[in-house]
């Protein structure tokens, strides 16, 4: 069994992707080498992933909320779907109430958006 690694809410997402059977997720996946760019959970063999948005609410950090940053993220999600990669994205209580890993069951149900 892998062991769940990063913040709070990728364990959280990782502990939901075990107990539902999803085993070939990677965590803080890189799939830019170049860039280093990650995705904090993906299933890199149908190419798809959650990245989870707890930084924009966290004025304290700024993790996500600077303009730099912000263009740093459209690069990175531009350059995913550029990529063939599906990505959704959710917020820590999205994680916590279940819809993100919903989202990702779905999502890798499908094959074509």
């Excluded at 459209?74 to 819809?99: A, D």
């Amino acid at each position: 069994m892998k062991l769940p690694k990063g913040n709070a809410m990728e364990q959280v997402l990782a502990m939901q992707c075990i107990a539902d059977g999803i085993t070939s997720f990677e965590q803080n996946y890189v799939f830019d080498s170049k860039r280093k760019f990650e995705i904090d959970l993906a299933v890199p063999d149908q190419r798809c992933g959650i990245e989870i948005q707890g930084g924009v609410w966290n004025s304290k950090t700024g993790a996500h909320g600077s303009p730099i940053k912000i263009l740093r993220d459209m690069e990175k999600s531009n350059l995913l779907v550029l990529s063939g990669w599906r990505v959704l994205r959710y917020t820590p209580s999205q994680v916590n109430n279940g819809e993100a890993i919903e989202g990702l069951k779905a999502l890798l149900i499908r094959k074509i958006l």
